[in-house]
T-cell receptor, first 113, second 117 residues
Framework: GQSLEQPSEVTAVEGAIVQINCTYQ??????LSWYQQHDGGAPTFLSY????GLEETGRFSSFLSRSDSYGYLLLQELQMKDSASYFC??????????????FGGGTRLMVKP | ETGVTQTPRHLVMGMTNKKSLKCEQH?????MYWYKQSAKKPLELMFV???????ENNSVPSRFSPECPNSSHLFLHLHTLQPEDSALYLC????????????????FGPGTRLTVL
């Protein structure tokens, strides 16, 4: 089976930098994804890391270390609109199973003025 | 319509009712998924369909019955549900990794908020 651990809540101020960590235990690991979900909204895809290292997309960056079974999402220049839940998800191998993902419990980020 | 749509957005049903949730994707994808999202719990994968064939059933009780008539439509038939089944039910779609490689990206619909009385 798969298991993922991430902090349940993080609070930061506008303009700051915040890092949300994710550790995982899984078999058949393909890569690590991150999703954002605002209250009442649908999860939306942010990033995917298949290889070790840092991927940068605007204010958001994502990091993966396969040897440590660890990754993080880095949010820079925080804005109020970044207040949301952030989920890490591992892609797992599955015969004819599409992009099958197992999600962590989510980290609720609160950005304060 | 664009992206992934779900109907109804809200549903209240009794334990003896039968209802169906509908999902439609307008993205040309080949894989579709049902998830359950309860308060303070991770998104739980329920079913996976790839090219209309069910490839994953994550030990879901038989009172949930999926149907995938084609690659664009996915249904979740509900009958004799329990109050603990109240949750947000999310549908998602993705491209098949055999065509585009594993991308870790799924596109989610807005969900159906289900309340079982």
């Amino acid at each position: 089976g798969q298991s993922l651990e991430q902090p349940s809540e993080v609070t930061a101020v506008e303009g700051a930098i915040v890092q949300i960590n994710c550790t995982y235990q899984t078999s058949g690991f393909y890569g690590l994804s991150w999703y954002q979900q605002h209250d009442g909204g649908a999860p939306t895809f942010l990033s995917y890391n298949a290889l070790d290292g840092l991927e940068e997309t605007g204010r958001f960056s994502s990091f993966l270390s396969r040897s440590d079974s660890y990754g993080y999402l880095l949010l820079q220049e925080l804005q109020m609109k970044d207040s949301a839940s952030y989920f890490c998800a591992v892609g797992v191998a599955g015969l004819n199973a599409g992009n099958m993902l197992t999600f962590g419990g989510g980290t609720r980020l609160m950005v304060k003025p | 319509e664009t992206g992934v749509t779900q109907t109804p957005r809200h549903l209240v049903m009794g334990m003896t009712n039968k209802k169906s949730l509908k999902c439609e994707q307008h993205l040309g994808h080949n894989a579709m998924y049902w998830y359950k999202q309860s308060a303070k719990k991770p998104l739980e994968l329920m079913f996976v369909y790839n090219f209309k064939e069910q490839t994953e059933n994550n030990s879901v009780p038989s009172r949930f019955s999926p149907e995938c008539p084609n690659s664009s439509h996915l249904f979740l038939h509900l009958h004799t549900l329990q109050p603990e089944d109240s949750a947000l039910y999310l549908c998602a779609s993705s491209q098949d990794p055999g065509l585009a490689g594993f991308t870790g990206e799924q596109f989610f619909g807005p969900g159906t908020r289900l309340t079982v009385l």
